[in-house]
């Protein structure tokens, strides 16, 4: 089955998160990519990173802990006809097999708070297995941001009010980025919002 959203066209698999409103949501509120070199922690059907490329970036990584997942974003990128873009996915645990630094990254972590009878025994478990508070892996992901965002550039990332806005706000702060909510969106029990930080 192939759905489509916003003019890109996607494969879609059982094993992989089908974008929802948390990734439209950041779909319709990227920053200005043309030109630079974006990095998206967490690709799923790879509709981010296959947007970047279409909007202009010079180069696009994009990573996920789902073997399925990098698979799948693999194949979307040849469905959306980007044989001459620069566009890459590889499979990493957040930054673990990333190097280089990036001007653009963008993140819509799992943030459901999961306990041990939440879990679900397949890959898709990842997309919404936050830990106990659900801001484990968000929380990895800021600490080690600082290492891979370039000067001047900005990370994006998509937050659940589910997972305390101002604790994200606080961190990122706390390492010295400027922080701004550009977008939200009230759903059913939650609230979902873009934050952009940049140095």
């Known amino acids: 089955m192939i759905i ?10 059982p094993e992989v998160y089908e974008p929802a409103e948390d990734s439209i949501l950041l779909l319709k509120n990227l920053v200005d990519v043309k030109g630079k070199e974006v990095l998206e922690i967490g690709v799923g059907t790879g509709l981010i990173s296959i947007a970047c490329a279409k909007k202009g970036a010079k180069k696009v990584v994009g990573v ?16 959306n006809n980007l044989n001459n873009a620069d566009i890459s996915f590889i499979r990493s645990d957040l930054f673990e097999n990333v190097s280089g630094t990036f001007d653009v990254i963008l993140f819509n972590p799992p943030y459901l708070p999961t306990s041990e009878d939440d879990l679900i025994d397949s890959y898709i478990n990842y997309a919404f297995d936050g830990g106990k508070d659900g801001r484990e892996i968000l929380d990895r992901f800021i600490d080690n941001l600082p290492n891979y965002l370039k000067k001047g550039g900005v990370v994006q990332i998509l937050q659940s009010s589910l997972t305390g806005e101002e604790k994200t706000v606080n961190r990122l702060k706390s390492l010295g980025l400027k922080v701004e909510k550009v977008a939200s969106l009230k759903i059913p029990f939650e609230e979902l ?6 140095f």
């Open 4 to 13: 489509e959203i916003e003019g890109i066209k996607l494969k879609l698999h």
């Open 193 to 198: 919002m873009v934050i952009n930080a940049s």
């Open 64 to 79: 996920d802990i789902n073997p399925y997942a990098v698979k799948l974003a693999e194949e979307n990128a040849k469905l």
